[in-house]
């Protein structure tokens, strides 16, 4: 059976690993490195000199077999041709979009963009002069109305960062490439599982391997998937940015990668069960949720993704601070803090007009953004229950 023709959960559990390369073992092996050695001078500069090429081995910062093993499966999962491990998320954020704008040049970015992404584009980009105008993410094809001659490349992220508006990537990308700009997409939230980016017509995929990938809260990496086309000038970018990732770290993602399927499915389903259980709730507005058929962007979410994950909002009816912090400072199991696709549940409360310009955010009350961890989804609503109890009583 040709290795293609499995399926995608098959696949997670394949790719990137060949134990017949290494006695056996499973797993492919952590190579710590800085100085590579080589056998003599010719063999030094034959290396030099394709140092940019895929797969070549020539200092520690551009890579060893076991960054290349987790490149590979991340780039074959979701139908590009090479990937790259960086820092962060947000590294391989500011990496994508800096391989291709230079002084001059405009950019779009989506309002509902994860918010650091927004700082860096106000900060470094202006400074380099670049400039970033915000665009409304339900724009759909009528975004081709913003694309400048000097407009090189439009940043996409659905669903959005707190908001969870889904975008129309097919007809953003369609406008995009008629006009010579390039698209690129952060798919942290569907993963490469969920949403095939570039079947959506991205040529950049990036991801937060810190949340899905290593899974459980433990490392930071950031993942930069592209099209053939545009391989080597992130390639490039990368190795003059400093850009690497550390093969601990990269081990626990190629670790967290081989149950990501399984665990994307009990997130899913935990998810939308407290979701449609937060429909139900009195002191509940409305949930921002792209699975739910009640939410705008449910026909969107059905075309382009196979899926859905652990993150999403809701929108209380107005509540003081003081009843939301009763509510949230004392749950069991959902921590309060940053980041999330580890196995735990969290909870956010987050106020998105402070952070729009492009469009206004004037919901009829505060959010709550959680992410549903693989704890049993009926302690977890049991816990909110107690949770808008105190709320109430405040
Ligand atoms: C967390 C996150 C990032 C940044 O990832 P880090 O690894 O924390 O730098 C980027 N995009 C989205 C959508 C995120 O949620």
Known sequence: MPKRDFSQDTKITQLGRNPSDNHGVVNPPVYHASTILFDSVEEME??????????????????????????????ELEGGFGAFCVSSGLGAITTAILSFVESGDHILVTDSVYAPTRL???DVLTRMGVETTYYDPLIGSDIEGLIQPNTRLIFTEAPGSHTFEMQDIPAISKAAHDKGAL???DNTWATALYCKSFDLGVDISVHAGTKYVVGHSDAMLGLIITTEEYYQKVKE???????CSGPDDVYLAQRGLRTMAVRLKQHQQSTIQIAKWLQTRSEVSRVLHPALPEDPGHNIWQRDMTGSTGLFSFILNPTPKAAINAMVNDLDLYGIGYSWGGYES????SNPSSIRTATKWDAEGPLLRLHIGLEDPDDLIRDLEAGFARMSSR
């Open 237 to 243: 970018t990368t190795f003059h940015l400093g850009q």
């Open 183 to 185: 698209v690129i997409m």
């Open 46 to 75: 034959a290396r030099a000199a394709v140092k940019f090429d895929k797969g070549t081995i020539n200092y520690g910062r551009q890579g060893t077999p076991t960054i290349f093993s987790l490149e590979n499966a991340a780039a």
């Open 346 to 349: 969290l909870i956010l409360p």
């Open 120 to 122: 860096f584009c106000n």
